[in-house]
């Protein structure tokens, strides 16, 4: 069978092959259903690879689309319509390259009803690839909404004591968001006869007020998701209290939805809009920056900290877009997928200790270097890679982010820059203080004495984040080429749009 | 010319005149073998949908006026008799189990439903009022089926007067029309309104009474009150039944009143239905979420779906948005068809034989104890809620859209909002279902299961596959009159 012309689909939705297997094993044999899960998902990321084989760099068109009539609603065509481009094809392999990752560090963490975890776990795959290769707005919103629905069960199943209240407010906030988004996207559907983004993006001629509010709409399911400040209240709680490959997911993939949202809907579709509110989104992105690492320092809990970490670090990816230039842009899209791989790390960190000892109080903690000596190593590359080391992954996003801000014309100021790099030092302050409860000083905790170090299964599912944390931070340029070409072509387009507003 | 017209309206007199000889056939069937009444009830209504079949596609106007057939009445039947082929499935073994079962349920459920069937068709304010009549007087008697108890016993007594008291409203409303504008015939009404210079008063009048009496019928705020407490008392499977086809016909009524007879009078009746619209969809979901019982948690919601159902009507007030706002209309009539009689089948396999398990949290552990039936459910909260890919979600996206089309952008928001509420309760039933540990009492009787089964796949098929069902609802239009 030829794949090659359905590609796309194919990397949608092959882990519903192993969600459809999963489902005739018997919920006993939980060895196996985890298997087949990794399995699925491991395939799943092999396709991703071949996706990438065919990518072509140099071209800045969406490739490999698949389009056909899906139905006709109202005299509208609502198309099946795939295709990925610079700006999601490294989301989709950060997608398809944490699944099984997270799959494997859920090995002995989660015990009870492993098979329906499994299969939420697959379909929430599902959900995220398509919201990154769907270019009609009736399916992307599909895809997006149905991600909240494995998620919920995952967090009110499987998550910590307070998992009912986090996953409903997880819902409930995430909709509340995307039913505003919902509206707009009706209304550009009744105004232009198309769901179709590229088509929108080339034939839709917005007013600019009208622009305005379209904008605000689809920012508020964005903003709510990645979350900015002051929509990110629900953050805190449904992270955690989700299961250790909850957070991951959530943290590496699910937030990066939001900020995708911004750079492929709002940026190319309303960009009057943006370039006359980015001056308003960067003050919303420097105020998260700097308030989430305010909180996260003055928490106990280490999960906590790093759910806090995540409100400044998106707030660095959200100002890199909204500074509207090449620099800016490709930051921030390369800052998505680093802070996917350092927080996704870090939660996978989290969980081992929590797994070991049932808490996460940092009080609890000292001296861990002594007794678990891989942990500690591991834990420090990727402290140092969140909290932006030179050499490492962070440090060349939000290298690129602050330049693409400092020269920002969309921004006007470069007060904001200034105030974002000021995060770089809180981050460097709460992290290096993390590290320092957790793993220096005396071993002075009895429980603490006997703690086994990492096994081989749990350094397999660091070393991949490790290694690209150090191959990005080396070697960023092959990153970089991917996505140049289609952020060029977006900038190109937002030249027009900010003559207009000047 | 009369054979044609009988012809035309075939499955209406299969489903009568079956009915009739039901009544009579019962008497000879023993009193433990009340299957095979069941049966033949089934029977009639799949003869009839057959016969509506061979009949799709046509649009005429018969017996002068009197009936109307087009694509909306098709539609319609279709979606009559399957609810009234599933209520004969989930009641059989639910009459049985709760002692109450006897034959005259079915002819009962048989000459609603035609009744409802004649709904659709009418073009005639006459019609109008008998086929409620038809429709309604059945269903009183079934709400008051599972007597001596006195809890539905009430529910039958307090649905049939309040009941004939709309229907009161509504025969003084067809009274002041016919006085306004001397003829009862919907085409008629249209030519003398659309020929006036100003509206007559009286038809004014007459049209408003009307929709209070259909206001009642679908539930709808403020004329909402019987409903919470009939949908309760009545027996589970009389209120699935009940919650869908007089909703469907009291709709199928309201909007070919409106739109067929009164559109000259467009700009009174757009923004009153409007209100209406958007108190339902308010009121219902804010109310449903202090509900801890669940056959009053579905009453409420079965008020905000009116609510969301409603606001067609106000989007139908603009000409150019009518015929999309009637096929948004129909098509979630189909959806919440489904997906509620797939909810009610769940409640129905949760209720014991006197009558209790029907508190929310009595789902705790259904989850872990029936796996597939607790998530159908699921699948159907979250087709209530409007969450992708599920047929509630299509349904949303259509009515949205009229509203939307018809510059009604803030009863779109209300609509998307009540819609955020409503989550919450929503999902308290899955909250109970998976994360609550339990060891709850169900039932397995085929029958009510495949029921179940069948409403989980239509919701989700449609929810990703629509397009037959939007092809049928593109068909939906009104007759040229």
């Known amino acids: 069978m030829d794949f090659s012309n359905v590609l796309l689909t194919t990397v949608t939705f092959a882990p519903l092959i192993g969600v459809l297997v999963i489902l005739f094993i018997p919920k006993e044999r939980e060895t196996a259903i985890r298997w087949l899960a990794m399995a699925a998902s491991l395939a799943t990321f092999a396709i991703s690879m071949a996706l990438l084989a065919q990518f072509d760099r140099s071209s800045s068109a969406l490739q490999m689309v698949e389009r056909r009539a899906w139905f006709s609603l109202a005299g509208v065509d609502i198309e099946y319509f795939l295709g990925v481009d610079g700006l999601s094809l490294l989301l989709v392999l950060l997608t398809t390259f944490l699944t099984p990752i997270s799959i494997l560090s859920t090995w002995t963490a989660i015990e009870e009803r492993v098979k329906e975890f499994m299969v939420f776990f697959l379909l929430l795959e599902v959900g995220m690839v398509g919201v990154f290769l769907a270019q009609d707005l009736f399916m992307f919103y599909i895809f997006w909404e149905f991600t909240l629905v494995p998620m919920y069960f995952l967090i009110g199943i499987w998550g910590g004591p307070r998992r009912v209240y986090a996953a409903i407010k997880f819902f409930l906030y995430t909709m509340a968001g995307s039913i505003l988004m919902l509206l707009a996207i009706l209304w550009?559907?009744?105004?232009?006869?198309?769901?179709?983004?590229?088509?929108?993006?080339?034939?839709?001629?917005?007013?600019?007020?009208?622009?305005?509010?379209?904008?605000?709409?689809?920012?508020?399911?964005?903003?709510?998701?990645?979350?900015?400040?002051?929509?990110?209240?629900?953050?805190?709680?449904?992270?955690?209290?989700?299961?250790?490959?909850?957070?991951?997911?959530?943290?590496?993939?699910?937030?990066?939805?939001?900020?995708?949202?911004?750079?492929r809907f709002n940026i190319p579709l309303f960009p009057q809009a943006a370039v006359q509110l980015a001056p308003y989104m960067a003050l919303?992105?420097?105020?998260?920056?700097?308030?989430?690492?305010?909180?996260?320092?003055?928490?106990?809990?280490?999960?906590?900290l790093v759910a806090y970490s995540s409100v400044s670090h998106l707030g660095f990816v959200i100002l890199g877009l909204f500074a509207l230039n090449p620099q800016g842009i490709q930051g921030g899209i390369l800052q998505m997928v680093n802070h996917g791989?350092?927080?996704?790390?870090?939660?996978i960190i989290v969980g081992m200790i929590y797994e070991r000892r049932h808490t996460r109080d940092m009080e609890a903690f000292g001296g861990l270097w002594k007794v678990m000596p891989i942990y500690g190593a591991m834990t420090l590359i990727v402290t140092l890679s969140s909290m932006g080391l030179p050499g490492l992954n962070g440090f060349v996003g939000e290298f690129t982010i602050l330049l693409g801000a400092f020269g920002s014309d969309a921004i006007g100021s470069s007060v904001y820059a200034g105030f974002a790099a000021a995060g770089v030092i809180l981050a460097a302050i709460y992290m290096l203080f993390m590290f320092q409860k957790l793993f220096l000083g005396p071993v002075d905790k009895e429980e603490n004495k006997n703690l086994k170090d990492l096994n081989w299964r749990e350094i397999a599912t660091l070393v991949p984040l490790l290694v690209f944390i150090f191959w990005i931070g080396l070697y960023p340029k092959p990153f970089f080429s991917l996505i140049a070409p289609s952020v060029e072509k977006l900038v190109s387009a937002l030249g027009t749009a900010s003559m207009v507003v000047r | 010319m009369l054979i044609d017209d009988l012809l035309s309206i075939l499955p209406l007199l299969i489903v009568a005149g079956w009915a009739t000889i039901l009544l009579i056939v019962d008497l000879f069937i023993p009193d433990d073998r009340k299957g095979i009444t069941a049966s033949l009830a089934a029977v009639g209504l799949l003869g009839a949908a057959a016969a509506s079949i061979l009949n799709f596609g046509q649009t005429r106007s018969?017996?002068?006026?009197?009936?109307?057939?087009?694509?909306?009445s098709a539609f319609l039947q279709i979606l009559f008799l399957g609810a009234g082929l599933i209520a004969i499935a989930q009641a059989f073994d639910y009459l049985r189990r709760r002692q109450i079962e006897r034959g005259e349920y079915y002819t009962l459920l048989m000459f609603s439903i035609s009744g409802m069937m004649l709904m659709s068709m009418a073009g005639d304010l006459i019609v109008i009022f008998i086929s409620l009549e038809l429709l309604s007087?059945?269903?009183?008697?079934?709400?008051?089926?599972?007597?001596?108890?006195?809890?539905?016993?009430?529910?039958?007594?307090?649905y049939f007067i309040l009941g004939a008291f709309a229907s009161g409203f509504m025969v003084y409303g067809i009274a002041l029309i016919f006085g306004a504008t001397a003829t009862t015939s919907l085409a008629g009404i249209f030519s003398v309104l659309a020929a006036a210079s100003v509206m007559p008063t009286l038809a004014m009048v007459g049209g408003a009474l009307l929709m209070v009496g259909l206001g009642f019928k679908v539930a709808a705020v403020p004329f909402h009150m019987w409903t919470p407490d009939v949908y309760v008392g009545a027996p589970s499977s009389v209120t699935a039944f009940m919650s869908v086809g007089a909703k469907a016909g009291g709709f199928a009524a309201l909007l070919r009143i409106l739109?067929?007879?009164?559109?000259?009078?467009?700009?009174?009746?757009?923004?009153?239905?409007?209100?209406?619209?958007?108190?339902?969809?308010?009121?219902?979901?804010?109310?449903?979420?202090?509900?801890?019982?669940?056959?009053?948690?579905?009453?409420?919601?079965?008020?905000?779906?009116a609510g969301y159902i409603f606001m067609a009507v106000p989007a139908a007030a603009v000409p150019e948005v009518a015929a999309e706002a009637v096929r948004g209309a129909v098509f979630y009539l189909m959806a919440y068809a489904i997906t509620n009689l797939g909810a009610w089948g769940v409640v129905l396999a949760m209720e014991k034989a006197e009558g209790t398990g029907l508190e929310i949290d009595d789902y705790a552990g259904l989850g872990k104890r029936r796996p597939i039936l607790a998530a159908a459910m699921a699948l159907f909260m979250l087709s209530f809620t409007g969450v992708p890919p599920t047929v509630g979600f299509i349904g949303k996206f259509y009515l949205f859209r009229a509203a939307i089309d018809a510059n009604l952008i803030w009863l779109a928001l209300v609509g998307v909002i009540t819609s955020l509420i409503s989550a919450y309760y929503y999902l308290r039933v899955v909250v109970v279902m998976y994360m609550r540990p339990g060891e709850p009492e169900t039932q397995t009787e085929p029958l009510l299961n495949s029921t179940v089964w069948l409403a989980a796949l239509g919701t989700f098929i449609l929810g990703?596959?629509?397009?037959?069902?939007?092809?049928l609802a593109r068909m939906a239009d009104f007759i040229n009159l």
Do not use: C
Request: neutral net charge.
């Open chain 1, 188 to 263: 550009l559907g009744i105004q232009f006869e198309s769901f179709a983004v590229p088509d929108l993006i080339a034939t839709a001629n917005i007013p600019g007020n009208i622009q305005t509010w379209l904008f605000l709409a689809f920012a508020a399911a964005f903003a709510i998701k990645v979350p900015m400040w002051p929509l990110h209240s629900w953050l805190p709680d449904a992270h955690v209290e989700a299961p250790t490959a909850g957070s991951v997911i959530l943290a590496g993939v699910l937030l990066k939805m939001g900020t995708y949202g911004f750079v």
């Open chain 2, 137 to 158: 007087i059945p269903l009183y008697v079934l709400s008051g089926f599972a007597r001596p108890q006195p809890i539905s016993e009430e529910a039958a007594l307090k």
């Open chain 1, 284 to 304: 919303l992105a420097v105020i998260g920056i700097l308030y989430g690492a305010a909180v996260s320092y003055a928490q106990k809990d280490v999960k906590k």
């Open chain 2, 464 to 471: 990703v596959l629509p397009a037959p069902l939007l092809a």
């Open chain 2, 259 to 305: 739109i067929a007879a009164f559109p000259a009078a467009a700009a009174t009746w757009g923004p009153v239905t409007m209100w209406i619209a958007a108190l339902t969809m308010t009121w219902g979901n804010v109310a449903a979420i202090a509900q801890s019982n669940i056959k009053r948690m579905l009453a409420y919601s079965s008020i905000a779906h």
């Open chain 1, 341 to 347: 791989l350092s927080t996704g790390a870090l939660f």
């Open chain 2, 62 to 72: 018969l017996f002068g006026g009197m009936l109307l057939v087009d694509g909306f």
